[in-house]
């Protein structure tokens, strides 16, 4: 395969979306490829590579922020006319950059998804579905969830069109005109899709998805269902997945998976023996990647991963070995073309910084002026609050077009910081005053230079629910600030899935009066994550919900008058009765409140807590331990003395420590679960056992499973 090398600034466009990079078939002799990619300024830029240098085709005029760039042509020719997407206009332009197409598709909101296939044309604006042939309505749909993508089955291979959709309920949408024809359930909210072999594989109904947990997998749509070929999880906690290509990088006659993702990681994945994908190759960047393709575009005969960046820029990570001589006394020199690369490069750096020093210059004397007028700068977010399965806790991901100066981190409910690898900035904290000013965490992030992306992880508790508020402010002059808001919700830590186990106890909460479909569904947007904020169509729904952090259930069933509530776990019901009624109040509708309690429950769902408190109990007494073996050993000279539980513990320290670290009042969450668990349960029997709370605390202190069962019966 040659050498990779990962080649910085091929080229600089401006800010971008997900999936606004293609590579142009090559044509007649020619053999390097040329380039298309859109940004959010509007322009569409063609460019080829010559001697290391870009070389320009043609660059439209700025405009609206163009979300998509796809390529197309009439069935069995070369696909080489671009096609963007811009506001709800959709725009098409020659390889020379002639614009030969602009189609108005008359959306109430702008096209965030797209797909071309000859005269046919696939547009999404979040829930709406249009397609289009030669221009002409054909067929519609509306969606449950939000739509992340789209894509259409080659119809010159499968003799029909079939649109897919990616929608955010973690459900592939296989529609037939404009009809849901089935759902293809996957692990997690998808967010790309992508036609294996670029063609969908032989029978062309195999497509590639990627979710924004990070997940792969390869499903095959058929007349009848769909057939599941592989599903790759994300064990090592990379970032979602934005972009996937598949183009044979080995040169071994296979094509492999090309994959982008939000945290910078560009992959190449290999197909073993057994069909299954394996890493071959794997590349970081310092931003999140919005495109990737396969093809050659620099040198004749060596192909290239391209990456698209969020601010922009356009990378390669080449095939083609990168020749070194060696000098008088073996001392390794770089090649002439290399040297003159590497030279241009420190030409073209010092006149930028002579231009960055004519520019404060130029802005030092106009601010002083007295005619002066300060412009606030304006720059652009790209943010990411979700949900991770794994630790429930959610991701707050920061990307800025420009270095962040610092960020300063606001909320008013009670919420943990945990650590994160990635994360290099310095954090500082305030003193808050919860009752004088409703400050539960003030934190400050102090950035290292040219940092343009911010990883950080909250742990909320369920009950407590507020906003939490990420103060952004870049590296310019003069300085000014962005503001994020993201709400934390009474039950943030449940997760939307697909199914639920109904054999468990479940508790009971049943909701009527003289509230609409509309009303009762904003109330549940209100409480619970991952809902989507557009009531659906139909006069009833119903949601299952999983609790990342203990694994209890619940079932949400709604309709205009009447909602039903069913979980495992009595504090979800205790939540859920609380918030709704006070959400009730709020607009003078009177709620009729009915419930019933299973005392099964409360055992299962100790049971449920009892391995994550016996694991975090014994790695507390492990970590107290650490420091007082270690003065042993020291004062013994050797640990060959102590006991083998004793010596794997010292052993064991660094990683002990670091899981501690990471997981910041762990064993207090777990108790306070308990002691809720405890006074819902008596809650619901019209009891308060508030007082007891100092009985249940000193069981939890000697902690036993059975014991604990008991106090709960007795009490």
């Known amino acids: 395969?040659?050498?990779?090398?990962?080649?910085?600034?091929?080229?600089?466009?401006?800010?971008?979306?997900?999936?606004?990079?293609?590579?142009?078939?090559?044509?007649?002799?020619?053999?390097?490829?040329?380039?298309?990619?859109?940004?959010?300024?509007?322009?569409?830029?063609?460019?080829?590579?010559?001697?290391?240098?870009?070389?320009?085709?043609?660059?439209?005029?700025?405009?609206?922020?163009?979300?998509?760039?796809?390529?197309?042509?009439?069935?069995?020719?070369?696909?080489?006319?671009?096609?963007?997407?811009?506001?709800?206009?959709?725009?098409?332009?020659?390889?020379?950059?002639?614009?030969?197409?602009?189609?108005?598709?008359?959306?109430?909101?702008?096209?965030?998804?797209?797909?071309?296939?000859?005269?046919?044309?696939?547009?999404?604006?979040?829930?709406?579905?249009?397609?289009?042939?030669?221009?002409?309505?054909?067929?519609?749909?509306?969606?449950?969830?939000?739509?992340?993508?789209?894509?259409?089955?080659?119809?010159?291979?499968v003799?029909?069109?079939?649109?897919?959709?990616?929608?955010?309920?973690?459900?592939l949408r296989v529609l037939q005109g404009s009809d849901l024809q089935y759902d293809v359930e996957v692990p997690g909210p998808p967010t790309v899709l992508e036609l294996l072999n670029r063609d969908g594989g032989k029978g062309g109904e195999e497509v590639l998805y990627g979710t924004a947990d990070g997940k792969l997998g390869l499903v095959q749509i058929t007349k009848s269902g769909t057939i599941t070929s592989w599903e790759l999880d994300n064990e090592k906690k990379k970032g979602g997945v934005l972009c996937i290509d598949t183009f044979d990088i080995v040169g071994d006659g296979v094509k492999d998976i090309l994959v982008g993702r939000d945290d910078g990681t560009v992959e190449v994945y290999g197909l073993d023996s057994s069909n299954e994908p394996t890493v071959r190759f794997e590349n970081v960047l310092s931003e999140s990647v919005t495109s990737i393709q396969g093809g050659c575009v620099g040198k004749e005969m060596y192909d290239e991963v391209l990456a698209t960046t969020y601010t922009g820029w356009v990378s390669g990570l080449t095939t083609e070995p990168q020749q070194m001589v060696a000098g008088p006394g073996d001392e390794i020199k770089m090649s002439r073309e290399t040297q003159g690369k590497v030279a241009a490069l420190r030409a073209e750096l010092e006149q930028l910084q002579v231009k960055v020093l004519q520019g404060r210059e130029k802005y030092q004397q106009s601010?002083?002026?007295?005619?002066?007028?300060?412009?606030?700068?304006?720059?652009?977010?790209?943010?990411?609050?979700?949900?991770?399965?794994?630790?429930?806790?959610?991701?707050?991901?920061?990307?800025?077009?420009?270095?962040?100066?610092?960020?300063?981190?606001q909320s008013d409910v009670p919420i943990d910081?945990?650590?994160?690898?990635?994360?290099?900035?310095?954090?500082?904290?305030?003193?808050?005053?919860?009752?004088?000013?409703?400050?539960?965490?003030?934190?400050?992030?102090?950035?290292?230079?040219?940092?343009?992306?911010?990883e950080l992880k909250v742990r909320s508790i369920e009950g407590q629910y507020g906003t939490l508020q990420a103060y952004v402010t870049p590296r310019l002059q003069p300085k000014t600030c962005q503001v994020r808001q993201y709400q934390i919700k009474p039950l943030s830590l449940h997760q939307r899935t697909h199914a639920i186990d109904q054999e468990r106890p479940m508790n009971t909460l049943r909701l009527t009066g003289q509230f609409s479909f509309a009303e009762i569904h904003s109330w549940v947007v209100f409480c619970l994550p991952e809902v989507p904020e557009k009531t659906p169509a139909g006069d009833s729904i119903t949601f299952y919900f999983q609790n990342t952090f203990l694994g209890t259930q619940l079932e949400a069933t709604y309709c205009k008058g009447e909602a039903n509530f069913k979980s495992d776990n009595i504090s979800t019901i205790s939540i859920?009765?609380?918030?709704?009624?006070?959400?009730?109040?709020?607009?003078?509708?009177?709620?009729?409140?009915?419930?019933?309690?299973?005392?099964?429950?409360?055992?299962?769902?100790?049971?449920?807590?009892?391995?994550?408190?016996?694991?975090?109990?014994?790695l507390a007494k492990k970590v107290q331990l650490i420091d007082a073996l270690k003065e042993l050993q020291v004062h013994e000279g050797n640990a060959d003395f102590l006991i083998p539980e004793y010596?794997?513990?010292?052993?064991?320290?660094?990683?002990?420590?670091?899981?501690?670290?990471?997981?910041?009042?762990?064993?207090?969450r777990l108790y306070g679960m308990i002691t809720d668990l405890f006074i819902d349960k008596f809650?619901?029997?019209?009891?308060?056992?508030?007082?007891?709370?100092?009985?249940?605390?000193?069981?939890?202190?000697?902690?036993?499973?059975?014991?604990?069962?008991?106090?709960?019966?007795?009490a």
């Open 576 to 618: 859920l009765k609380d918030v709704l009624s006070k959400e009730a109040t709020k607009r003078k509708i009177n709620l009729n409140t009915s419930y019933e309690v299973n005392e099964d429950s409360v055992s299962h769902t100790l049971r449920m807590i009892h391995p994550k408190l016996e694991y975090q109990l014994i």
């Open 647 to 668: 010596r794997s513990i010292l052993d064991e320290s660094a990683q002990l420590l670091e899981e501690y670290k990471k997981q910041p009042a762990h064993l207090e």
């Open 417 to 454: 910081l945990l650590d994160v690898e990635k994360n290099s900035a310095v954090v500082s904290f305030s003193e808050c005053d919860s009752e004088s000013n409703g400050n539960f965490l003030l934190a400050t992030y102090r950035c290292q230079a040219n940092t343009t992306r911010l």
């Open 1 to 157: 395969m040659g050498t990779w090398l990962f080649k910085m600034q091929t080229c600089k466009v401006g800010v971008t979306s997900q999936k606004t990079m293609k590579l142009l078939p090559t044509v007649g002799r020619k053999a390097t490829q040329k380039v298309a990619v859109a940004d959010h300024d509007g322009v569409v830029t063609c460019f080829g590579m010559k001697k290391g240098e870009a070389v320009p085709v043609f660059k439209s005029l700025p405009g609206q922020k163009i979300s998509r760039l796809e390529l197309g042509g009439a069935l069995g020719t070369p696909q080489e006319k671009i096609f963007v997407s811009s506001g709800s206009e959709v725009r098409g332009y020659t390889k020379k950059g002639k614009q030969f197409l602009t189609f108005e598709a008359n959306l109430t909101e702008s096209i965030n998804a797209m797909h071309v296939s000859g005269a046919d044309l696939f547009v999404c604006a979040s829930y709406i579905y249009n397609h289009y042939c030669d221009c002409k309505d054909q067929d519609y749909f509306l969606s449950g969830d939000k739509i992340n993508d789209v894509l259409c089955l080659p119809v010159e291979t």
């Open 367 to 409: 601010s002083q002026s007295s005619t002066a007028v300060s412009a606030v700068p304006v720059f652009s977010i790209n943010d990411k609050f979700t949900l991770c399965q794994d630790d429930a806790s959610y991701s707050l991901t920061l990307e800025v077009q420009t270095a962040i100066d610092n960020l300063l981190l």
């Open 683 to 714: 809650k619901f029997k019209g009891q308060n056992v508030k007082t007891k709370v100092s009985q249940l605390l000193a069981i939890l202190n000697n902690y036993e499973l059975d014991s604990l069962m008991e106090f709960f019966s007795d």
């Open 159 to 171: 003799g029909r069109i079939v649109p897919i959709l990616a929608c955010q309920d973690r459900v």
